[in-house]
C-alpha cells in the first residue's frame, strides 16, 4: 500500500465585521503533486464581500490584527498545508493609505464604457502579484499585463508588480490560440 495525505484543502472567508449577515464562503483547493503537502493558492478574492464604506484589502489568519497574524494581500501566491481560516482585512474608502489597481480585459470592448475590468484596492507601498487570470476570452489565451493598451513591454503573470503609492491601471494582454 501507498499512502499519500489529503489531497485537498479548504480555505474559509469570513467577512470580518461587526454586524455582517454574509456567511463565511469555502473554496476547496487541490494539491499540486502527490508528494507535496501544500496546495499553492493565489489569493485573488476581492469582492467576496462588500461592506458599507469600507473596500476589503486583502486577508489575515485571525480574526484581529494583533498579535501579529499571517497577512495575505491580493495576488500573492501561497501556500497552505492545512484547512484555513482567513477574515477581511478592511479600510475606510476614504482611506488615503490605500491605492487602486484597476485591471481592464482589453478585448473587443477595449476603451468603451462597458469593457470588463475589475478594481483591486491595495495597501500602499505594498508589491502584489499579477493575477494568472481575472478575464476569460474566448479563443484567447491571458500572456500578462502592461501599464499601456497594446504595449509589448508586459508582465507575465505570477509575477510582483512594484510597489505603488499611486493608482495602477493594467491591460490584459492576449494572444489567439489558433
Given at each position: 500500500?501507498?499512502?499519500?495525505?489529503?489531497?485537498t484543502?479548504?480555505?474559509?472567508?469570513?467577512?470580518n465585521?461587526?454586524?455582517?449577515?454574509?456567511?463565511?464562503?469555502?473554496?476547496?483547493?487541490?494539491?499540486?503533486n502527490?508528494?507535496?503537502?501544500?496546495?499553492?493558492?493565489?489569493?485573488?478574492?476581492p469582492?467576496?464581500?462588500?461592506?458599507?464604506?469600507?473596500?476589503?484589502?486583502?486577508w489575515?489568519?485571525?480574526?484581529?490584527?494583533?498579535?501579529?497574524?499571517?497577512?495575505?494581500?491580493?495576488?500573492?501566491?501561497?501556500?497552505?498545508?492545512k484547512?484555513?481560516?482567513l477574515?477581511?482585512?478592511?479600510?475606510?474608502?476614504?482611506s488615503?493609505?490605500?491605492v487602486?489597481?484597476t485591471?481592464?480585459?482589453?478585448?473587443?470592448?477595449?476603451?468603451?464604457?462597458?469593457?470588463?475590468?475589475?478594481?483591486?484596492?491595495?495597501?500602499k507601498?505594498?508589491?502584489?502579484?499579477?493575477?494568472?487570470?481575472?478575464?476569460?476570452?474566448?479563443?484567447?489565451?491571458?500572456?500578462?499585463?502592461?501599464?499601456?493598451?497594446?504595449?509589448?513591454?508586459?508582465?507575465?503573470?505570477?509575477?510582483?508588480?512594484?510597489?505603488?503609492?499611486?493608482?495602477?491601471?493594467?491591460?490584459?494582454?492576449?494572444?489567439?490560440t489558433?
Amino acid at each position: 500500500c501507498m499512502w499519500q495525505n489529503e489531497s485537498t484543502y479548504t480555505l474559509t472567508f469570513y467577512p470580518n465585521y461587526e454586524g455582517a449577515t454574509e456567511e463565511p464562503i469555502q473554496k476547496e483547493f487541490q494539491r499540486t503533486n502527490s508528494t507535496n503537502t501544500k496546495i499553492k493558492v493565489g489569493i485573488w478574492e476581492p469582492l467576496l464581500f462588500k461592506r458599507e464604506g469600507y473596500k476589503l484589502l486583502g486577508w489575515i489568519e485571525g480574526s484581529t490584527l494583533s498579535p501579529y497574524p499571517n497577512k495575505y494581500y491580493h495576488g500573492q501566491e501561497l501556500e497552505f498545508s492545512k484547512d484555513t481560516k482567513l477574515y477581511a482585512i478592511w479600510v475606510e474608502e476614504n482611506s488615503d493609505s490605500y491605492v487602486n489597481y484597476t485591471y481592464y480585459c482589453n478585448d473587443e470592448k477595449a476603451g468603451l464604457e462597458n469593457e470588463e475590468r475589475m478594481v483591486i484596492p491595495t495597501s500602499k507601498n505594498n508589491s502584489m502579484g499579477y493575477p494568472p487570470s481575472l478575464f476569460s476570452r474566448e479563443g484567447y489565451i491571458l500572456d500578462g499585463w502592461a501599464k499601456e493598451r497594446d504595449s509589448k513591454n508586459f508582465y507575465a503573470p505570477y509575477y510582483s508588480i512594484e510597489a505603488s503609492d499611486i493608482d495602477t491601471n493594467l491591460y490584459a494582454i492576449w494572444h489567439k490560440t489558433h
